[in-house]
């Protein structure tokens, strides 16, 4: 099986712009989440979407949000791009996002605002 | 307030060395990971535990709740173990995850 995808790999943007980070599950996988990662703040948790529906979010401002497709890829976004959001973004599925499922995480987009 | 600390933040060991990597978290959990970072961002999901002790191969995890705490261990430590190891907890009410800021492990040959 294919691991977990994620486009673009790197990304520059500036101030103010929005920009769009994808995500393709392992296949058969129903739950997504993303993560966010910096050096000052490491690993931080943005939101889980399971079967379309998100089902859990961290503490982010409304400018970071996400959506989920029928056939379990994802997508999240950030508008009004701010340069503390140059970071890591990770996404990892699972199969059913149920509390022991072992996540699987992508290789992720590294993102630089300007 | 860090709900996931971590010990050390940073250790170096030589080659055949016994690991150890605390973990302290001060939620209430469903579930504990230890997850592993190499250069370049890639993360590896190594143990989901929820209680007692696991192993594969030279790694083992064991988590003792009643303590709120997780160890992972690593024997006959070797040059391709370095990496970061992040402890990271989903939480029972709310379902969330908090992780710790990694340890940085580097194994000299």
Redesign the interface.
């Known amino acids: 099986k294919a691991g977990v995808t994620q486009t673009p790999r790197y990304l520059i943007k500036t101030r103010g712009q929005q920009v769009t980070l994808s995500c393709s599950p392992i296949s058969g996988h129903r739950s997504v989440s993303w993560y966010q990662q910096t050096p000052g703040q490491g690993l931080q948790f943005l939101f889980e979407y399971f079967s379309e529906t998100q089902r859990n979010k961290g503490n982010f401002p409304g400018r970071f949000s996400g959506r989920q497709f029928s056939n379990s890829r994802s997508e999240m976004n950030v508008s009004t791009l701010e340069l503390g959001d140059s970071a890591l973004y990770l996404c990892a599925s699972s199969l059913s996002g149920y509390r022991t499922d072992t996540q699987y995480f992508g290789p992720g987009t590294r993102l630089t605002v300007l | 307030k860090n709900e996931v600390e971590q010990s050390p933040q940073n250790l170096t060991a030589q080659e055949g060395e016994f690991i150890t990597i605390n973990c302290s978290y001060s939620v209430g959990i469903?579930?504990l990971?230890w997850?592993q970072q190499h250069p370049g961002?890639?993360?590896?999901?190594l143990f989901?535990l929820?209680s007692g002790k696991k192993k594969h191969g030279r790694l083992i995890a064991t988590i003792n709740i009643q303590e709120k705490h997780s160890s992972l261990h690593i024997t006959a430590s070797h040059p391709r173990d370095s990496a970061v190891y992040?402890c990271?907890v989903?939480t029972?009410t709310?379902?969330?995850?908090?992780?710790?800021?990694?340890t940085s492990l580097t194994v000299i040959p």
């Open positions: 469903s579930a990971h997850l961002g890639g993360i590896v999901s989901m929820s992040i990271a989903r029972d709310g379902n969330q995850f908090y992780f710790g800021t990694g």
